[in-house]
């Protein structure tokens, strides 16, 4: 360890810890052809996956399931970890089993409280890259084509 | 005050507290045809505009410069200042003047070092809403087509 840049070993370490934190959050940026959206929401991190709920008719849930994409940001400014992930299903909330129960074991609400509007979206990361400031972008590649390099 | 729910007022109070905070960050979604970006970035808060700097070749510069909206997210995820912004200009960091000063003195990093590929984007919030957490999102609106609700 040199001038506090940690290890890709010690980067995927604390990048499991903030996605599979009790209350954990991400910034969830899509789009669509009006362009770029974002909003924050809670996560869900369950069997690699992250899991978001929402309402399947907002702008989110519709852009995400309409371009297949979405890229989310966890943790915070100063200690990012950056998800590129692909929509790997959507699951209506009344239809959940395990994902309902585990959803809200993490989070700090559950949504199958929250009207029949509401769906899972499970999204397989692609791409995962963690830093804190600038010092640490050279290494920050932790994930690619779905895989971990470490 | 009932419930913790802040007044428009306050929360006016608040954002602009948040926007001109030394080294404040904030999330930048943008898009593509390729789809959405994230990244985090320093800003400065200068005549009610949000300036960012960076490469003007990074992806994020040429998805703001070639769409000519962004959506920024500052704050915290339990505390938001969400802002959809209309691009106004483009400064070479070569000849930013006064701009180049404020930026340096409310950020924790000057770009006039960084390389001439770097620019200042200067952003005008359209719209901005500002709520901490789902109690809030009433009364979130605080400014709509470029002028504050109050």
Do not use: F
């Amino acid at each position: 360890m040199s001038d506090g840049v940690r290890s890709r070993e010690r980067r995927k370490a604390d990048t499991l810890a903030i996605l599979a934190g009790r209350g954990a959050d991400v910034w969830v940026a899509s789009a669509s052809g009006d362009g770029p959206y974002l909003v924050p929401l809670s996560l869900a991190w369950i069997g690699e996956r992250v899991v978001l709920a929402l309402g399947g008719s907002s702008r989110t849930a519709r852009n995400i399931v309409e371009l297949g994409t979405a890229r989310l940001g966890a943790g915070h400014t100063r200690d990012v970890v950056m998800i590129d992930a692909v929509l790997e299903r959507s699951v209506p909330v009344g239809q959940a089993g395990e994902i309902g129960e585990r959803y809200a074991a993490q989070a700090d609400w559950d949504p199958r409280g929250a009207g029949d509007d509401y769906v899972y979206l499970v999204l397989r990361p692609d791409r995962i890259q963690a830093w804190r400031e600038a010092h640490e972008i050279a290494g920050r590649l932790l994930m690619r084509d779905g895989v971990w390099l470490v």
